[in-house]
């Protein structure tokens, strides 16, 4: 296990790793309990406020899909200083933030000032010493947007089995007409040879320097 702080200190920080979370605006609007957001100071690139917008990026630790949708767990730095991290598991689920310290919170506070009137607050939840699994799994192949991941203590490349040859395959779960989202299985490639192994045996580990 890691702490997750730990891992929010490393994340990797590039471009590709670079987003937002699903539902972040919400989640900062029912935490500060704000009657609304600016919307036209939020996403307006073509005036100063949109480089204000950026002093606050988001980059994954880890993340998976849920049917249309990536969520996971995100670092946020403002003016690259970690400030908190957040976590969504499931699409329709809520994104719920944890602030480093109250400093931290204090930074958002006055941060998102520009964007909105602010009310009442409620109490903020810290990362404090919360955990992260290093190695991650995911039940369907569906959801795994890996290419690589450990197998049997080896690091393999992972390819998805083409809806058309699931069928041939005769897995289990390949027979399902409604949602191919379900289907447990992914190709191992190995010496160029793909074998089909079921997700339960794959893990992955987090989007930080040095993992």
Same mark, same amino acid.
């Given at each position: ?14 471009? &590709?790793?670079?987003?937002?979370? /699903? ?5 900062? &609007? @029912? ?26 990026k988001g ?27 957040c976590e ?29 009137? /602010? ?19 995911r039940k ?23 809806? &058309? ?30 074998? /089909?192994?079921?997700? @339960? ?11």
């Open positions: 296990m890691m702490l997750t702080i730990d891992a929010a200190r490393r994340v990797t920080k590039t471009k &590709e790793n670079c987003d937002d979370i /699903p539902k972040l605006e919400s989640a900062l &609007e @029912s935490l500060f309990e704000i009657d609304g957001l600016d919307r036209h100071k939020l996403w307006n690139t073509w005036t100063e406020t949109n480089e204000y917008r950026h002093r606050l980059y994954w630790i880890n993340k998976w899909n849920c049917t249309d949708t990536h969520v996971g767990e995100m670092a946020y730095f403002l003016d690259d200083e970690l400030v908190f991290t969504l598991t499931a699409r329709t689920g809520v994104t719920k933030i944890y602030f480093v310290d109250q400093n931290s919170y204090n930074k958002i506070k006055v941060y998102m000032d520009f964007f909105r009137i /602010p009310a009442e607050l409620c109490e903020p939840d810290f990362i404090g010493d919360q955990q992260t699994d290093e190695r991650q799994t369907y192949s569906d959801s795994c947007l890996h290419r690589r991941g450990s197998y049997q203590n080896r690091e393999v490349e992972i390819a998805h089995i083409p809806y &058309e040859i699931r069928r041939e395959l005769n897995l289990p779960g390949s027979d399902c007409n409604f949602f191919y989202a379900l289907f447990p299985y992914v190709y191992v490639v190995e010496d160029g040879c793909k074998k /089909p192994v079921h997700m @339960s045996e794959l893990s992955f580990g987090l989007n930080v320097d040095g993992n």
